[in-house]
């Protein structure tokens, strides 16, 4: 059983599902997919799946909580971004942010979050849900906001799993992070890419090459990508961290916890006390080797606007990005 607290307010996530339907036929396969193909199939997706992932999720994610992966690991223990009291008064971006639950979390501690997601649906579940911070849909390779404008960074399974050149997104994010600012993200641990990807015993033997970074695609019959993955090594990751112009302050491997009886897709109690499920990677900018300025190139553009959503490119924060209110 959850222990008490673990879980915040009870999730209000569960409503008809309204979104178009998935294509009839997809093909799953191992093949190259760029940054344009990858972001339009991705967008595609979420949009398409938000709906069903909030039902299917909701109740453990919470409305308020902020959780870095299927093991439970919550930030509130692991205080990742800093202990809680000094979360006042900062401003903090969510990359990926779904149905804001992070954001929602860290406005409750006092800071000043932006939720910032590639799916406008999914940033319409934050919207139905609640709260008094910006919504903004963008792509994370090319956030509309000017440099230095956050303290903190945070992505919990968000962006990185699903871009073709992580690079972009990470050079970017230490873009509109200040001096010393700390950029904290979760993925699926790269060992899994190993193994099928299922819950039971049958999830437990090697199935493929840890080091074969062939995109895992979902296309559809007449061979359009409808969901793309990407996979990079533990070493790729921290080259791309380093390469980006950060520090790696810390790798976070969180062990399967008692309490935890779920399962979420891949992940369970069984595989989760064997391998590691996650891997969170907690960087800071440095401000020696500092990469060349680039200037992004958004992969995917036209997130639908909507009321109280924004997505076109501002100066700040602040000023610039418009709010909702609950």
């Not at 992966?69 to 990742?80: C, F, Q, S």
């Not at 911070?133 to 906001?145: H, I, N, R, S, Y």
């Not at 074969?212 to 359009?224: I, K, N």
Request: negative net charge; charged residues 25%.
């Amino acid at each position: 059983m959850t222990p008490p607290g673990r879980v915040g307010r009870k999730s209000t996530t569960r409503e008809p599902i309204i979104q178009e339907p998935e294509a009839s036929e997809t093909e799953a396969t191992r093949r190259h997919a760029d940054v344009t193909e990858s972001a339009r199939a991705n967008r595609g997706w979420w949009d398409r799946n938000a709906d069903e992932y909030q039902v299917e999720h909701g109740t453990f994610l919470g409305d308020d909580r902020f959780v870095w992966g299927p093991e439970g690991l919550d930030e509130v223990e692991a205080e990742l971004l800093g202990p809680p009291e000094q979360l006042k008064d900062r401003d903090v971006l969510e990359i990926d942010a779904g149905a804001a639950q992070c954001a929602r979390w860290l406005a409750a501690q006092g800071a000043r979050p932006v939720a910032l997601d590639l799916s406008h649906r999914q940033l319409q579940h934050a919207l139905r849900i609640g709260g008094s911070f910006p919504l903004v849909c963008a792509d994370a390779a090319a956030l509309p906001f000017a440099d230095g404008s956050f303290d903190l960074a945070c992505s919990a399974y968000g962006a990185l799993p699903f871009v073709a050149d992580p690079r972009l997104v990470l050079r970017e994010v230490r873009r509109v992070l200040r001096p010393g600012g700390r950029f904290v993200f979760s993925v699926t641990h790269p060992i899994r890419w190993a193994f099928p990807d299922e819950p039971g015993p049958e999830g437990l033997s090697v199935s493929g090459s840890y080091f074969d970074r062939t995109p895992y695609v979902e296309q559809d019959d007449e061979g359009r990508a409808v969901y793309v993955e990407h996979h990079r090594t533990l070493g790729d990751r921290v080259r791309d961290i380093v390469a980006a112009g950060f520090r790696l302050v810390d790798l976070v491997e969180p062990e399967w916890p008692a309490w935890n009886t779920s399962e979420w897709g891949g992940w369970s109690p069984l595989r989760g006390n064997l391998i590691p499920g996650t891997a969170i990677f907690v960087c800071e900018r440095s401000e020696m080797g500092v990469p060349p300025a680039e200037v992004p190139q958004p992969s995917a553009r036209g997130c639908p606007q909507g009321e109280g959503l924004t997505h076109a490119r501002v100066q700040g924060v602040s000023e610039h990005v418009r709010h909702w209110d609950a």
